[in-house]
């Protein structure tokens, strides 16, 4: 039975089943409502307050006339069609879920046509949008969607394509772009390099993106009167519309930089402003010297406040350490403790200076920020090399060149955690070549089932240029470390095995654009192979002639999750015998306890190298976690380590938890969690450090003594003391 109920007197149902609420569709209903009234009745049943009743079916269209109510448009005794149903809970709950299940949307198409005859009845967007609830920005890519290529929006009617898809080859309106795209991607859904990032990618080469620092700088309204064009984005923000004429862009920001460079260079007197339509300085400094500034000395007045300063944060410790104390006089001093320490900070930063004689001898970069903001680098830098030198009076002068020094410092970098061996000593630079070698092709080998990555990591080095991608792309060759034949590794026949599956008939042209065009005949899967394999034997197996992982290829490594375990085993040949016997002892403490490498500490080296080799391949006889430990490790070096190892502890390397049996690898952490000095060439608490060294020289000694690297001659001479020497050396492992 259909009844008009005021709106008053109607409520939503506890039986409805739609509980998900979307605020903005509810107010674009409501404007629909308020314009064409209600087109579909409620569906209600009596409530149990007398006069009133329960919407089972159209809570989103109470919603809607309750916001026109709100609006003022509406009163609310507002009469709206309802049709009044009775029944247990049951019967009700049913109703609404088949309201609400067997409703069909529009397709995209449709709404796509419909949107465009209505244009095309009362010609404005405006109307329409406000008819519709509605922003003109939605109504407009309706329209655009609808001005398709005929093939596109075709394939969107047909379900050959998505609306993410469709509105990807919307960012352009020109149809010469999109059917080129579509036709290199087709319709294939989301196959290989089918999304809607690599489509826009694809429409918008060559452009600039609106939300570029030069685009910031210059301003739409230049870039449009000086004949730029734009490509409107309109499914995504107005950000990521593409300016297609990136030259008028670059003369436009050159010109107001090179303006502004000019007037700073005027009134600061400086040598010279250069400026750069760039975030990144690196190709302006790559000729330049940085130039060191001495720093002012601190003002009287500032000196004074810092010893004031020093002297209440030890009247504070003082006071913190009283037993009878409260927790909230011992929060107060903290909290003024904690002040105190930021403004002792502040005080003590030296301001540096520049001298007089270097003004007109020094420069600065003008770059442009992330927002488009032209701004100064503060470095100030010279094209010669310069210094300063106290004279005899202590004035600043200006100093003669200074003749570049040899030897050693002081200051020894820490050892990066992927050159460090067992035990904390650093690997060769030979074995290390070799490891990087081995890890790189299995790298190489695990691009090989990601092409979208190895597309994105390719077009990403291409684009980017820089030096330090870990990949060949856009350089001239390959260039691995001379390490001589290694053998045949998994790694390595896959890549073989990949190859040899190459589609490579497209090869047989001789003439170039007849290669070309067979290759573009090749199918998605056939180009993904080539891409893949291009890019997987692009990889540098290390970035430089020292030993250091690359990091983009340690990101890489993370992101497909490699277990270099299951590619890569160490073994006597690979890696154990290039480690010396003290590394190859430590490597067996931490894997199994004192109780394994005290087993081994009398042998010869060989012979442990070989036990390291069977036990790292669980052919050894021990305990099943020790299996499990020695089946997972590898080297730092063949790992690929997250961002950031190099500065933190490299032990953590066993991915093991127990702290009662095991040691992390490569020295620096002992089984009791602190600082070992004996293990990472640290020195610890006076009478700790020296006696760790201790061990381990006299550890060493006895590995000389043991027979250990020495010819059959000098053997002999220790084997009489053999047994005393073998106690002494496996009482001083075990400790």
């Known amino acids: 039975m259909f009844e008009s109920i005021a709106l008053s007197k109607l409520q939503l149902s506890a039986s409805n089943v739609r509980k998900v609420l979307s605020p903005e569709a509810d107010l674009q209903l409501s404007h629909d409502i308020e314009a064409r009234g209600l087109l579909q009745n409620l569906i209600v ?190 499914f995504t923000d107005k950000a990521d519309d593409t300016w297609s004429d990136p030259e008028i862009l670059e003369r436009l920001a050159g010109e107001k930089l090179e303006t ?39 003002s009287e007045e500032a000196l004074a406040r810092i010893a004031e300063i020093e002297e209440r944060q030890a009247a504070i410790e003082v006071e913190m350490e009283g037993e009878s104390l409260s927790d909230d006089a011992f929060g107060e001093f903290e909290t003024e403790s904690e002040r105190l320490a930021e403004e002792h900070e502040t005080l003590s930063q030296a301001t540096p200076i520049l001298p007089p004689e270097w003004k007109d001898k020094v420069g600065q970069i003008l770059k442009l920020s992330r927002d488009g903001e032209m701004v100064l680098e503060p470095t100030f830098y010279s094209e010669t090399p310069l210094r300063l030198e106290a004279d005899e009076e202590g004035n600043l002068v200006p100093a003669a060149p200074q003749a570049p020094t040899t030897g050693g410092s002081d200051n020894t970098p820490a050892k990066r955690p992927e050159a460090v061996a067992p035990g904390g000593k650093a690997l060769s630079a030979r074995l290390y070549d070799e490891l990087a070698v081995q890890r790189r092709d299995i790298l190489a080998a695990n691009m090989l089932r990601d092409p979208g990555l190895a597309l994105d990591y390719a077009i990403f080095a291409i684009v980017d240029g820089a030096s330090s991608l870990g990949t060949t792309i856009g350089t001239r060759r390959l260039e691995d470390p001379n390490v001589g034949d290694l053998p045949v590794t998994k790694a390595r026949e896959v890549l073989a095995e990949a190859q040899d599956a190459l589609d490579s008939t497209w090869t047989e042209h001789e003439c170039e654009v007849a290669r070309f065009d067979a290759f573009r005949a090749l199918d998605d899967d056939a180009k ?20 250091r992982q690359n990091p983009m290829q340690n990101r890489l490594g993370q992101i497909l999750e490699i277990d270099v375990a299951a590619w890569w085993r160490p073994t006597s040949a690979n890696f154990f015998d290039g480690i010396q016997k003290g590394g190859l002892l430590q490597l067996l403490h931490d894997l199994g306890g004192p109780n394994l490498s005290s087993r081994y500490a009398s042998a010869k080296k060989p012979e442990i190298s070989v036990n390291c080799e069977k036990l790292c391949a669980g052919q050894a006889i021990v305990e099943d976690d020790v299996r499990d430990r020695a089946l997972t490790w590898v080297p730092n070096a063949m790992r690929f380590l997250e961002a950031g190892s190099a500065g933190a502890d490299p032990l953590d390397a066993l991915g093991d938890d127990d702290e009662d049996d095991t040691a992390p690898l490569d020295g620096g952490v002992g089984e009791d969690g602190e600082r070992d000095a004996s293990l990472d060439g640290g020195v610890g608490e006076p009478g700790e450090g020296a006696a760790d060294d201790e061990l381990t020289a006299r550890l060493e000694e006895l590995e000389g003594e043991d027979g250990n690297d020495l010819d059959d001659g000098r053997e002999s001479e220790f084997s009489e003391t053999d047994g005393t020497q073998a106690a002494e050396h496996e009482q001083l492992a075990a400790a």
């Not at 460079?261 to 402003?273: F, V």
């Not at 192979?529 to 970035?543: D, G, T």
Request: with cysteine; aromatic share 8%.
């Open 528 to 547: 993904g192979a080539w891409i893949a394999y291009s890019v997987a034997i692009s990889l540098q197996a290390k970035p430089t002639y020292d030993q």
């Open 45 to 234: 049943s009596k409530a149990k307050k007398r006069g009133h009743f329960d919407v089972i079916a159209g809570g989103r269209r109470l919603r809607a006339m309750t916001l026109i109510v709100e609006r003022g448009a509406w009163t609310k005794d507002h009469e709206v069609s309802c049709l009044v149903i009775n029944g247990d809970e049951a019967t009700i709950s049913e109703t609404s879920l088949a309201e609400n299940f067997q409703r069909m949307a529009m397709t995209p198409a449709d709404e796509c046509r419909a949107f465009q005859h209505f244009i095309g009845t009362d010609g404005s967007i405006d109307e329409v949008a406000k008819r519709f609830g509605q922003t003109r920005r939605f109504i407009e890519g309706r329209l655009r969607l609808a001005a398709l290529a005929e093939p596109i929006f075709d394939a969107l009617a047909e379900g050959k394509i998505t609306l993410d898809l469709a509105k990807a080859y919307a960012s352009t309106d020109n149809h010469e772009k999109q059917l080129r795209v579509f036709q290199t991607y087709g319709s294939g859904g989301y196959g290989y390099g089918n999304t809607a990032d690599s489509i826009r990618r694809a429409i918008a080469q060559g452009g600039v993106s609106g939300k570029d620092p030069m685009a910031l700088l210059v301003g739409e309204d230049a870039y449009v009167a000086a004949g730029g064009r734009i490509e409107r984005d309109l």
């Open 260 to 298: 502004e460079a000019k007037r700073i260079a005027e009134t600061s007197g400086l040598a010279w402003i250069r400026p750069i339509a760039s975030t990144d300085t690196w190709s302006l400094r790559e000729n330049l010297h940085r130039v060191t500034l001495p720093t002012a000395p601190l």
